[in-house]
Nanobody, 123 residues
Framework: QVRLVELGGGLVQAGGSLRLSCVASGPTFSTWTMGWFRQAPGKEREFVAAISWGSGSTYYVDSVKGRFTISRDNAKNTVYLQMNSLKPEDTAVYYC????????????????WGQGTQVTVSS
């Protein structure tokens, strides 16, 4: 069973940085493609970034390209999301999940959702 715990959220001023961590349980983490999503109040859950299990290929939503970086450390069963140049519109609860389906960008293709971590960017 997949269990994921997100860490590292908080309050930051616009232009600041945060690093989120997602710690996974399970001996086969290195074979999982992992994704980060976010959900702002009143909005649908939105794909942010993903990293593949093999080549480590990365994928980003256009709105975070050049500002966010997803990475992983298989030895620590952890995936990271480094967020720089944060904007108020980045405010949301951030979730990590494991891709179990075909589509990289759709929440329905993921499982093992954690509780999420709140990121608040003040203007």
């Amino acid at each position: 069973q997949v269990r994921l715990v997100e860490l590292g959220g908080g309050l930051v001023q616009a232009g600041g940085s945060l690093r989120l961590s997602c710690v996974a349980s399970g001996p086969t983490f290195s074979t999982w493609t992992m994704g980060w999503f976010r959900q702002a109040p009143g909005k649908e859950r939105e794909f942010v970034a993903a990293i593949s299990w093999g080549s480590g290929s990365t994928y980003y939503v256009d709105s975070v390209k050049g500002r966010f970086t997803i990475s992983r450390d298989n030895a620590k069963n952890t995936v990271y999301l480094q967020m720089n140049s944060l904007k108020p519109e980045d405010t949301a609860v951030y979730y990590c999940a494991r891709r179990s389906g075909v589509s990289t960008g759709l929440p329905v293709a993921y499982d093992g959702w954690g509780q999420g971590t709140q990121v608040t960017v003040s203007s």
